[in-house]
């Protein structure tokens, strides 16, 4: 089955704590994107790759970083600099030459 | 960022009747992506849309990219109650843009 895979589903943090979102995709896409979805809004990129190794902020990058050290595999972090964190968290993917943008379930993370 | 102008914000409507939903941009995209969402659930792509003018249907759905590229509809017949969840443009310009979405509701 191909596809692209987030956990935890639900992930609990207290404050002041960093902690690492997982995005794994079997689609052989060469980018990936990390993007936070809050209610009433669109969704607003944080990070993207476009290969491996390589890696570009995008609108609301302070407080997250990113890796991208295989092809399948682009985790996130969201460190204790991140203010409001709480929030449901997509990571997508997208085949090199084509248009078309592929989701993840999400992550929902809540910072108590 | 931008965000895309997406309305209506909600529609409750009747099973069996047709919904239209529309985005604007203030910008021209070269791609308009229309998504479903249920609560809680990643976004499931319905119909890409790759130039001007372009009518595309999936089953009930179709989909239309505006003559001038700012902008891209969605109408889909005779809702059923799985219809229900939140729809979603996105338009490619240097990287993608969102909607706000629309929430539909079916009453049976």
């Given at each position: 089955?191909?596809?692209?895979?987030?956990?935890?589903?639900?992930?609990?943090?207290?404050?002041?704590?960093?902690?690492?979102?997982?995005?794994?995709?079997?689609?052989?896409?060469?980018?990936?994107?990390?993007?936070?979805?809050?209610?009433?809004?669109?969704?607003?990129?944080?990070?993207?790759?476009?290969?491996?190794n390589?890696?570009?902020?995008?609108?609301?990058?302070?407080g997250?970083?990113?890796?991208?050290?295989k092809?399948?595999s682009f985790p996130?972090?969201?460190?204790?600099?991140?203010?409001?964190?709480?929030?449901?968290?997509?990571?997508?993917?997208r085949?090199?030459?084509?248009?078309?943008?592929?989701?993840?379930?999400?992550?929902?993370?809540?910072?108590? | 960022?931008?965000?895309?102008?997406?309305?209506?914000?909600s529609?409750?409507?009747?099973?069996?009747?047709d919904?239209?939903?529309?985005?604007?941009?203030?910008?021209?995209?070269?791609?308009?992506?229309w998504y479903?969402q249920?609560?809680?659930?990643?976004?499931?792509?319905?119909?890409?849309?790759?130039?001007?003018?372009?009518?595309?249907?999936n089953?009930?759905l179709?989909?239309?990219?505006?003559?001038?590229?700012k902008?891209?509809f969605?109408?889909?017949?005779?809702?059923?109650?799985?219809?229900?969840?939140?729809?979603?443009c996105?338009?490619?310009?240097?990287?993608?843009?969102?909607?706000?979405?629309?929430?539909?509701?079916?009453?049976?």
């Amino acid at each position: 089955d191909g596809g692209i895979t987030q956990s935890p589903k639900y992930l609990f943090r207290k404050e002041g704590q960093n902690v690492t979102l997982s995005c794994e995709q079997n689609l052989n896409h060469d980018a990936m994107y990390w993007y936070r979805q809050d209610p009433g809004q669109g969704l607003r990129l944080i990070y993207y790759s476009q290969i491996v190794n390589d890696f570009q902020k995008g609108d609301i990058a302070e407080g997250y970083s990113v890796s991208r050290e295989k092809k399948e595999s682009f985790p996130l972090t969201v460190t204790s600099a991140q203010k409001n964190p709480t929030a449901f968290y997509l990571c997508a993917s997208r085949e090199g030459g084509y248009n078309e943008q592929f989701f993840g379930p999400g992550t929902r993370l809540t910072v108590l | 960022g931008q965000q895309l102008n997406q309305s209506p914000q909600s529609m409750f409507i009747q099973e069996g009747e047709d919904v239209s939903m529309n985005c604007t941009s203030s910008s021209i995209f070269n791609t308009w992506l229309w998504y479903k969402q249920d609560p809680g659930e990643g976004p499931v792509l319905l119909i890409a849309l790759y130039k001007a003018g372009e009518l595309t249907s999936n089953g009930r759905l179709t989909a239309q990219f505006g003559i001038t590229r700012k902008d891209s509809f969605l109408n889909i017949s005779a809702s059923i109650p799985s219809d229900v969840g939140i729809y979603f443009c996105a338009g490619l310009g240097n990287q993608f843009y969102f909607g706000t979405g629309t929430s539909l509701t079916v009453i049976p």
